[in-house]
T-cell receptor
Framework: AQSVTQLGSHVSVSEGALVLLRCNYS??????LFWYVQYPNQGLQLLLK??????LVKGINGFEAEFKKSETSFHLTKPSAHMSDAAEYFC????????????FGTGTRLTIIP | DAGVTQSPTHLIKTRGQQVTLRCSPK?????VSWYQQALGQGPQFIFQ???????QRGNFPDRFSGHQYPNYSSELNVNALLLGDSALYLC??????????FGAGTRLSVL
């Protein structure tokens, strides 16, 4: 069975500082990995996805993530935090790319300190 | 393009009742997936519909059922509601790829 673990249910960073949200995965097959963002009272928005092409994936809003097989990690980063980045972030895994079900982590709430 | 739309946005029911939630996929998308997101948790996969048939199902009881219409819109039905069914229900639509577009969800409260 596949799973993802998000380390840190709450992360606070100062505006302009580096954002690092951690995600480790467990999968018996090559995984497909995703990061989603959820703003209050809204649905999920896809930030970026890893589908076995480049290991460094660039997404929307200045976010990027690096797939590291040796560390079974897919951490999300952004060089400089903005107030509008405050939201809940979810890492997810599937065992195929093509209408396969997603298994989500429990989420990390990101707070930006002015 | 309206994206994925869900209705209603909020719903209050009592234990034992039945509920129907609706989802219209993004234009051109033919696959609809439903997820349950309990408070403070990540979404959990309920099931997926493609060509009007349930293609995949997560670990949810038979009280949860669905339907997809020829225009690709979908319904999620939950019978014999339990307090634990209180959650945000998310619909996602896709074409060929894994779910990229989610609706804003229906928040169901069971009293």
């Amino acid at each position: 069975a596949q799973s993802v673990t998000q380390l840190g249910s709450h992360v606070s960073v100062s505006e302009g500082a580096l954002v690092l949200l951690r995600c480790n995965y467990s999968s018996s097959v090559p995984p497909y990995l995703f990061w989603y963002v959820q703003y209050p009272n809204q649905g999920l928005q896809l930030l970026l996805k890893y589908t076995s092409a480049a290991t460094l994936v660039k997404g929307i809003n200045g976010f990027e993530a690096e797939f590291k097989k040796s560390e079974t990690s897919f951490h999300l980063t952004k060089p400089s935090a903005h107030m509008s980045d405050a939201a809940e972030y979810f890492c997810a895994v599937s065992d195929n790319f093509g209408n396969e079900k997603l298994t989500f982590g429990t989420g990390t709430r990101l707070t930006i300190i002015p | 393009d309206a994206g994925v739309t869900q209705s209603p946005t909020h719903l209050i029911k009592t234990r034992g009742q039945q509920v129907t939630l609706r989802c219209s996929p993004k234009s051109g998308h033919d696959t609809v997936s439903w997820y349950q997101q309990a408070l403070g948790q990540g979404p959990q996969f309920i099931f997926q519909y493609y060509e009007e048939e349930e293609r995949q199902r997560g670990n949810f009881p038979d009280r949860f059922s669905g339907h997809q219409y020829p225009n690709y819109s979908s319904e999620l039905n939950v019978n014999a509601l339990l307090l634990g069914d209180s959650a945000l229900y998310l619909c996602a639509s896709s074409l060929v790829s894994t779910a990229e577009y989610f609706g804003a969800g229906t928040r169901l409260s069971v009293l």
